[in-house]
């Protein structure tokens, strides 16, 4: 029997697979690739800024 109007309760591990999922297909549709790990060192918070706002990529933002 089915009850109407109650989701059955997801665990953990149900809810991670669903975000990969929806990760993946929004990844598909945007243009802009993900950016490698890189590490970055700046000397001021406003260097950075700066930086961010020089970016194309607005993953990098």
Request: proline fraction near 8%.
């Amino acid at each position: 029997m089915k009850t109407v109007g109650k989701a059955k309760p997801l665990g953990p591990l149900e809810l991670l697979r669903q975000a990969q999922k929806l990760r993946e297909r929004v990844d598909r549709w945007n243009p802009w690739l993900r950016p490698r790990s890189k590490v970055f060192k700046f000397r001021t918070w406003e260097a950075l800024e700066q930086w961010r706002q020089n970016q194309t990529n607005p993953r990098l933002r």
